[in-house]
């Protein structure tokens, strides 16, 4: 029989739920306070006070940073106002002229962008590697390299990297590993615990849940880190939102919940599409066809809410099918409770350059999709007469950067 965990150590689902209750609160409240606060009264010139202009902090956002931090079982979190914001600050506080990263190159867009389009011309130099290869990883470094980046699962292909050996890649020198976990959350990989130095959020996803807020967040093991990246978030005015942050405490209570059944409906759903003969491809890490597999059933609890696959009519196919999609939803966003289509190569990656899109399999057919908390009858139900309708479409081929609508 397991043993019951102590009151100072409680297990996740109860981490999720309780983290982020102040129990001496004024009032008693169960809920955290939204303190929509701009300033915050000062005793006297030169109060040490806890909180003084909510650009610095807020009573809510920091209840929102305790939380994620004892969720995720790291000393330090800060919250930021998008994703982008949240690695923009890390980047920003951390990196100077002549420094060096490797980075996956399968990685979200947005991250692409920033590294090779805006740091470059600061004098930070971008090598982007096949992350899922411990090894071309470490031949990448140089002596200049400062943080190796990554995504596991990858967005949008889903490659998978095993965080244990890119952190004995990266032991022993003067380079950060920071890994991404937004597709799965600690709910599903601890990456902390597989040597992760910085964990890195767009909590607008899985961990607020409900298409409602923007956010991010930066986590680490690093006092240091962490007091630099508290003052660049100060200086850029890059924190979160007290509503925001509210919203996301409360999505944070469902999130191991959530994650579970996001994930045992992809499940069935990724097998139901690598049975389609009209299906060319599918990228899901607890298939056992999916080339991440070994790794992923070793360092995930489960197979997380993200699906890639490619039709074998390609990217006519794959207009077709996200034109006619009845249930599920087309738009730029995932791990919420609705399930979201995105076809990449149009959204979120169309500013990667082609052929840097078509290397790293992000083919102009690849759908990637959300799998949400609907009855998985019913999307498999949507996805077949879809299917059906891209099968026999005869829509015209238009260039990848057209943004499907």
């Known amino acids: 029989m397991a043993s019951l965990p102590s009151a100072d150590h409680p297990r996740l689902q109860t981490r999720a739920i309780h983290a982020s209750v102040d129990r001496d609160a004024p009032f008693g409240s169960v809920t955290t306070p939204l303190i929509q606060s701009t300033t915050f009264r000062q005793s006297a010139i030169g109060d040490d006070a806890a909180h003084t202009y909510s650009r610095a902090s807020n009573p809510t956002v920091a209840a929102l940073e305790a939380a994620l931090a004892a969720f995720e079982g790291l000393p330090y979190a800060l919250a930021f106002s998008t994703g ?11 990196l100077r002229s002549g420094d060096h990263v490797v980075c996956g190159n ?3 867009g947005g991250t692409y962008r920033l590294l090779d389009q805006i740091l470059r011309q600061f004098g930070v130099a971008t090598t982007f590697v096949d992350a899922s290869d411990a090894e071309a990883v470490r031949a990448a470094l140089r002596p200049n390299t400062r943080h190796v980046i990554v995504e596991t699962p990858a967005n949008p292909t889903l490659d998978v990297c095993d965080v244990a050996a890119l952190a004995d890649v990266t032991r022993d020198t003067d380079t ?13 990989q601890d990456v902390g615990a597989l040597g992760a130095d910085v964990v890195v959020y767009s909590t607008t996803k899985y961990i607020e849940g409900h298409n409602a807020t923007v956010g991010g967040a930066v986590l680490c093991k690093d006092e240091v880190l962490h007091n630099r990246l508290d003052f660049i978030r100060k200086s850029l005015g890059t924190i979160q939102s007290p509503q925001n942050a509210w919203l996301t405490i409360r999505g944070l209570k469902t999130l191991p919940l959530r994650m579970e059944r996001h994930s045992e409906n992809a499940l069935l759903v990724a097998q139901w599409l690598e049975s389609r003969d009209e299906v060319a491809s599918v990228s899901y890490p607890f298939l056992k066809s999916s080339a991440g597999y070994a790794t992923a059933i070793r360092q995930q609890r489960a197979g997380g809410g993200m699906i890639a696959f490619e039709l074998k009519s390609g990217f006519d196919g794959a207009v077709t099918f996200c034109r006619s999609l009845q249930c599920a939803i087309l738009a730029e966003n995932l791990g919420a409770v609705e399930s979201i289509v995105t076809h990449p190569a149009s959204m979120t990656h169309a500013d990667v350059d082609p052929a840097e899109r078509e290397r790293t399999g992000i083919t102009d057919g690849l759908i990637r999709v959300s ?8 999307l498999i139900q949507d996805f077949d007469q879809a299917i059906q309708r891209a099968k026999r479409s005869s829509v015209s081929t238009k260039p990848a950067t057209e943004v499907v609508s």
Do not use: K, Q
């Open 84 to 94: 982008m914001s949240a690695i923009t600050t890390l980047l920003l506080g951390t």
């Open 176 to 188: 950060l590993l920071v890994v991404d976990n937004t597709f799965l959350t600690a709910a599903l």
């Open 371 to 378: 799998i949400g908390l609907e009855d998985p009858a019913d």
């Open 106 to 108: 399968v990685v979200y």
